[in-house]
């Protein structure tokens, strides 16, 4: 008897190793067709160590491979999700773990669709740290919990998390683009030397990469609000102030690229800051523009939106009332919702960004609409100020005043208010307390244009505003 459990024992051992060695083979084989650009074959392997070998070392780091499959090379980023969730799910325990926690908080750090889901994403994070310390992806991991801190508002725990990437992990590539965060979550608890520090430093540490000429923008828009009376005078070297250069231009918005897009009685136009060879844009029914969830230009068409590049789209989109076919102006925040302002429905209405609709926000003949992270503003037809919306889609507070005929408004990078009112004759620059910085009187001859009807303004805290009378687009630093 004993003889024979011995053997049964043995045997089973034998089966399980077999099992084991044939699993890693398996895996082996489909790195090497991986690293052979035979990515189909690879990807057949790797699903087989999947069903054929669950309970093997080698299924989590075969699920490993298919998410970063999916996220780096399709993106894909639902399907990436599932195979991250599965480690999570059922090899909590692996080495591979912390990878998937990492992985799944960076995906929805990037295509969150709610605050609560940028929480999750922390809480994730926070299990990564404490359930597998010293991982190969804590200096990744510090600098995600400061930009999810930074999205969330807590510019004190943000401004923690990217001093300790500097501090513990000196050579991370992640390192630039935190300090330029952590210069905005400075300004915005109210410290712009803090700011301009954090700038300097920047420049200092990286001066070769394109997030140093981004602080050097920053710190010249820092400067200017540093001053007790903020001034600013035409440049005349600006290319668009050329009398008649544009025929009524209407729509005018400088790009997350620094180049600027025009709109007049001719067409649609995208220019560089410097002038030369505009680049035209399809402009039949074209209404305006606004700035897509990763920076991209999209065109507001009269029934439709649409990227530059033409990779993302909204068609078809109806309200209440059905299909809009008025557009004149649109937004999207930060977790990818559309917010549009239709003549037809007469409303601002919010849509997720499948395009389907999330609700109606009765507000009277809404005309201008953008948004500042994931907060909605809005001026109606009343246009006597402006109208705050939070991440919940429910009326907020704000600190700043009401304005007569609100015709257009923008913000900058550090949350500084730029309006254009009084139908076009007056300009005023508030800080983020509501603190009006500069104010002007286009009417009384304080600028050398007739009647603005679009204000927009670039990285270091320039303005722009277009002539429509005047055929031209003004820039003042």
């Known amino acids: 008897m004993k003889t024979l459990l011995f053997l049964l024992m043995t045997s089973l051992f034998l089966a399980h190793a077999i099992g084991q060695d044939q699993a890693e083979r398996l895996y082996d084989n489909a790195v090497t067709f991986l690293n052979a650009g035979k990515i189909k074959e690879a990807n057949t392997d790797f699903e087989r160590v999947i069903s054929n070998y669950a309970d093997s070392p080698w299924a989590p780091k075969a699920l490993l ?10 993106k894909d980023h ?43 994403a922390v809480s994730d994070l926070v299990r990564m740290s404490n359930l597998y310390p010293g991982n190969a992806w804590q200096s990744d991991a510090q600098f995600l919990f400061g930009k999810l801190q930074f999205r969330l508002g807590d510019y004190d725990q943000s401004l923690s998390f990217f001093q300790r990437l500097e501090f513990s992990y000196p050579d991370s590539p992640n390192l630039p683009e935190a300090f330029l965060l952590s210069a905005r979550a400075a300004y915005l608890k109210g410290s712009s030397e803090r700011a301009s520090v954090v700038l300097a430093r920047l420049q200092a540490r990286f001066p070769n990469n394109p997030e140093a000429a981004r602080a050097a923008s920053w710190l010249r828009l820092l400067s200017r609000f540093e001053e ?6 035409t440049d005349r070297s600006f290319f668009g102030g050329t009398p008649k250069k544009f025929a009524s231009p209407e729509v005018i918005m400088i ?11 001719k067409g649609a136009y995208l220019y560089a800051l410097s002038g030369g060879q505009p680049e035209s844009l399809s402009g039949k ?25 033409g990779t993302v789209s909204y068609t078809g989109l109806a309200g209440p009332k059905g299909e809009l076919k008025g557009l004149r102006s649109a937004a ?10 239709d003549s037809g429905a007469r409303d601002l209405i919010a849509f997720t960004q499948s395009g389907e609709l999330i609700k109606s926000f009765n507000m009277n003949r809404p005309r201008v609409v953008r948004t500042l992270g994931a907060e909605v503003w809005a001026v109606d037809d009343d246009a006597t100020g402006l109208k705050k919306f939070t991440a919940g889609l429910q009326p907020g507070e704000h600190n700043f005043p009401s304005l007569k005929s609100i015709e257009d408004f923008c913000f900058d990078d550090f949350n500084n208010l730029y309006v254009l009112y009084d139908r076009g004759y007056q300009v005023s620059i508030y800080d983020p ?25 670039d990285a270091s805290g320039a303005f722009y505003l277009s002539d429509k009378r005047g055929g031209a687009v003004f820039r003042f630093h």
């Open 65 to 74: 491979q298919l998410g970063d499959y999916y996220l780096t090379r399709e």
């Open 332 to 341: 999207v925040d930060e977790f990818g919702r559309l917010f549009a302002v």
């Open 433 to 457: 307390t509501g603190q009006v910085r500069f104010s002007a009187n286009i009417k009384g001859g304080s600028f050398p244009l007739k009647q603005a009807q679009s204000i927009s303004v």
């Open 78 to 120: 639902v399907r990436a999700l599932e195979y991250f969730q599965k480690i999570q799910d059922n090899y909590a325990s692996s080495a591979d773990a912390a990878a998937a926690y990492y992985f799944k908080a960076l995906i929805i750090e990037q295509h969150g669709k709610s605050q609560e889901e940028l929480n999750a």
């Open 255 to 265: 790009t997350p690229d620094d180049k600027i897009a025009v709109m007049d009685k």
């Open 285 to 309: 029914d074209l209404a305006n523009f606004c700035v897509g969830r990763r920076g991209r230009l999209m065109l507001v068409y009269k029934s439709r939106i649409v990227s530059r590049d």
């Open 228 to 233: 007790q009376n903020v001034n600013f005078q």
